[in-house]
């Protein structure tokens, strides 16, 4: 399983650690990835991502899954997060009807 948030692309970085003494040695920077089950309000079921926690804020912040994933850009996101965004367009585009 690769360390790449599902919902905002946040992949590893990589650095250098630097000593007191000025020695540089590779590093790398990991995203703090956390397995969490958001509910979506469209479909009315839960689902479950690997996110990082800044996106979780991100989530909450646009109020909720749905709006999250309609507003973001399907380059970012995860094939299954896809799945899950054309599913919801696809719902609100059939209750609009």
């Known amino acids: ?3 790449v948030c599902e919902l905002t ?3 590893v970085m990589t650095g250098n650690n ?15 990835l956390v397995k969490a089950t958001l509910m979506s309000d469209v479909l009315g079921r839960s689902v479950r991502f ?19 994933l ?3 850009k399907a380059a970012n996101l995860s094939l299954n997060a896809r799945r899950i965004k054309r599913q919801i367009e696809k719902k609100k585009t059939a209750t609009a009807a």
């Open 1 to 3: 399983m690769s360390r």
């Open 9 to 11: 692309g946040k992949r």
């Open 18 to 32: 630097v000593s007191h003494a000025h020695n540089k040695t590779r590093r790398r920077f990991l995203p703090n």
């Open 50 to 68: 690997r996110i990082c926690t800044s996106a979780l804020r991100s989530v909450e912040h646009n109020g909720g899954l749905d709006n999250f």
């Open 70 to 72: 309609t507003k973001a």
